[in-house]
Structures are given as C-alpha cells and as structure tokens.
C-alpha cells in the first residue's frame, strides 16, 4: 500500500460547483498535514494546513479524520482559476522530510 | 515564509553532460530539499542537502549520479550527472521551515530537457 494515496481524477466540474478531494495515508505516526496547489508547469505552492479541529479559509475547508486516516479538501463555489492539480502531503513526524500524493487533478469548465 | 530561486530555469543537454542547478534561499534553513518530478507524476525525493556533511540519498538515488553541494545555510547545488533521456524532468529545490507544521517552499524548478 503507497503512503498517501490520491485519486488522480481528473474532476471536471462546472463554474461554482462544490467538489471534494480524499487523501488516505498508511503511517499512523503521521502528525503534519497538508494540501497543496499545483499549476501547469509550476512549483507546488501550499494551499493550506490541516489541523485536527479541521480548518476554512474562504471557499476551501480541510479536515483530518485520524481513525480513519484520511485528510479531505472541500472546494465550494469553484472558480475556473482553481483548475490544478492538488497535492495531499503527509509529514510522519520526527522528521522534516513528507509524503507526497501523486495529486488529483481539478479542471473546473464555464 | 522562504523565497527560493533556481538557476537555470531550464536547460536542453546532450547526453552523457553534466548539469549544475542552484538553489538559493532569502533566509537561513536547515532542512533543504532537491526533488525530481517526471511528467505526470507527483514529486520524488532524490535527497536531502545537509549543510557541512554529506547528502543524505533515497533509494534509488546515488551521490555518483547526483552530487550535491551544501556550503551554507541558503545555498545547495544538484548536479546531474553523465545524463540520459530518462534524466529530463523537472528538479526542484526545497526548504522546511521549522515551526507547528514544518510547512515546505518549493523554487520554481529546473526543467531539463536531455537529447
């Protein structure tokens, strides 16, 4: 089983559709949790941590469900400009070094 | 946050040279980073740059065919060495900032092309 597992999509969605991402991870010792944004021919840039709480920042929600190990990224409301692919990053803690998803990627039409 | 620059941007190379990319960071990092991602696919560690010791390596990646430099705090090189075909692929420079979550910044890659 990989380490964080990603359906690589694509999602096509339409303009203000709501749209959901799954991450699974396999190391239950993970403690850092991430989602990044990925443009065409781009560095991956963070979009946003996740904390156990859960977290919002304007459209977009992260939640971490530890029983189950899984992370998820809500996008409500999509934009054209959030087509991309997003990236689940989990760190195992004890050390600097995370895991990357393989991405799943988003392409919201008009 | 950590702002980090790579040179070249891109580069096309005849098989069996060498390429050196830089890395350079606006701040002080410990943990610094060089990935490769290959088309389609999400990013690979290739090793871990350690300042004042050896790269610490992935499997599947050797300090013969990717040597890399760490002289201080904001700068590491990756070459990428006697390359082939299966070389081309976007490297990029990484840093983990120390703090809660240990958040990554990426430069905006090398995109080496081999012929």
């Known amino acids: 089983r990989k380490e964080v597992e990603q359906d690589p999509g694509p999602f096509n969605v339409p303009e203000g559709a709501t749209v959901a991402f799954n991450c699974t991870y396999s190391n239950s010792a993970s403690q850092s949790f991430f989602w990044y944004r990925q443009d065409c021919r781009k560095e991956p840039k963070l979009l946003m941590s996740v904390y156990s709480s859960g977290n919002e920042d304007g459209r977009f929600t992260a939640q971490l469900n530890r029983a189950s190990q899984y992370i998820s990224l809500l996008i409500r409301d999509s934009k054209l400009s959030d087509s991309a692919t997003y990236l689940c990053?989990?760190?195992?803690?004890?050390?600097?070094?995370?895991?990357f998803g393989r991405g799943t990627s988003l392409i919201v039409h008009p | 946050s950590a702002v980090i620059s790579q040179k070249p941007s891109r580069d096309i190379c005849q098989r069996g040279t060498s390429l050196t990319i830089q890395c350079q960071v606006d701040s002080q990092v410990t943990m610094m980073f060089w990935y490769r991602q290959q088309p389609g696919q999400s990013l690979t560690l290739i090793a871990t740059?350690?300042?004042?010791?050896?790269?610490?390596?992935e499997s599947g990646f050797v300090i013969d065919k990717f040597p890399i430099s760490r002289p201080n705090l904001t700068f590491s090189t990756l070459t990428v060495s006697n390359m082939s075909p299966e070389d081309s692929s976007i490297y990029l420079c990484s840093v983990a900032v120390a703090g809660a979550n240990n958040e990554q910044f990426f430069g905006p890659g090398t995109r080496l092309t081999v012929l």
């Open positions: 740059a350690n300042q004042g010791s050896e790269a610490t390596y």
């Open positions: 990053v989990v760190n195992p803690g004890g050390s600097y070094i995370p895991t």
